[in-house]
């Protein structure tokens, strides 16, 4: 069984550094309207982190899988 991992961030940078330093990966979802940002896993395919219950009908932008 796979465990999916979801891990809010106040800002966008915040989100890329703690991907940056603890080598998670995943996509980052930036919400236009908050700037909030959510590290997705990394399996997760783009189409379905904008129709997850935590991003959907927001906009917002996705900071690509690393």
């Known amino acids: 069984m796979t465990v999916l991992t979801y ?5 966008a940078q915040d989100a890329r550094s703690y991907r940056h330093e603890h080598g998670t990966g995943g996509w980052i979802f930036v919400s236009d309207a908050t700037g909030r940002a959510i590290i997705f ?3 997760m395919p783009p189409s379905a982190i904008f129709l ?4 959907k009908g927001q906009n917002g932008s996705l ?3 690393a």
């Open 7 to 11: 891990r809010e961030f106040a800002t």
């Open 41 to 43: 896993p990394p399996c």
């Open 52 to 55: 997850h219950p935590m991003t």
């Open 63 to 65: 900071i690509g899988n």
